[in-house]
Structures are given as C-alpha cells and as structure tokens.
C-alpha cells in the first residue's frame, strides 16, 4: 500500500524556520521524481520544489528560491522540505508526491499524494 504522510507543519513567526518531511511507505523513493506543493485558501495548488527521477536535480519556485531547500534520505525513505525566512505569503497546506519515472514539478503529473500538513507563518 503506497503512502505518503507529511509532518513538520505548524506556527511561526516571519523569518523563522520550519523543516517538512515526507515518510514513504509501500514504495522505495528511488525512480520516483518526488515533489513539494502547497494550496493556498482560494489559490491552485502550485509547485514549491521538486527532484527530477532522471538525474536528481532540482527545480524551485521563483518565489522560494534561496530561502527553501529540498533533499532526500534515501536510507530513510524520507524526503524533506527545509524551509527558511518565512514570510507570511508562504501560509498554505503543504503536500509531497510522487511521479514514478517523472521529471515535472507540475502537479497534474504526480499520482500519489500525502494529506498535507499546515503551514502558518503569522505574528
């Protein structure tokens, strides 16, 4: 049974940091482009980063660029989303997925979905 559960959501101040993680269960993570996605209230869900499967780059949304980095633990099957100089913007539900053989960070490619997690960055 293919799962994704993401935790590491929560409440933070602008500026501050929250690192996401992705747990994979029922597949290995290897061959899977693996991405991060978040749905703002009254917005489509967006790309925030994602590794290709065909050679492990990376792509990042304009707007995150600098302040977010996106990185795997194999070993762990875990796949993790640090999250750096919040800003309120930044406030949506957080989602990881994967596309097996994929290379996209377009969310209509991906299949398979964790539930999300909450992200708010408010003072």
């Known amino acids: 049974q293919v799962q994704l559960v993401e935790s590491g959501g929560g409440l933070v101040q602008p500026g501050g940091s929250l690192r996401l993680s992705c747990a994979a269960s029922g597949f290995t993570l290897d061959y899977y482009a693996i991405g991060w996605f978040r749905q703002a209230p009254g917005k489509e869900r967006e790309g925030v980063s994602c590794?290709?499967?065909?050679?492990?780059?990376?792509y990042y949304a304009d707007s995150v660029k600098g302040r977010f980095t996106i990185s795997t633990d194999n070993g762990k099957n875990t796949a993790y989303l640090l999250m750096n100089s919040l800003k309120p913007e930044d406030t949506a539900v957080y989602y990881c997925?994967?596309?097996?053989?994929?290379?996209?960070?377009?969310?209509?490619?991906?299949?398979?979905w964790g539930q999300g997690t909450q992200v708010t960055v408010s003072s």
């Open positions: 997925a994967t596309d097996f053989g994929g290379s996209s960070c377009l969310p209509y490619e991906y299949d398979d």
């Open positions: 590794i290709s499967s065909h050679d492990g780059s990376t």
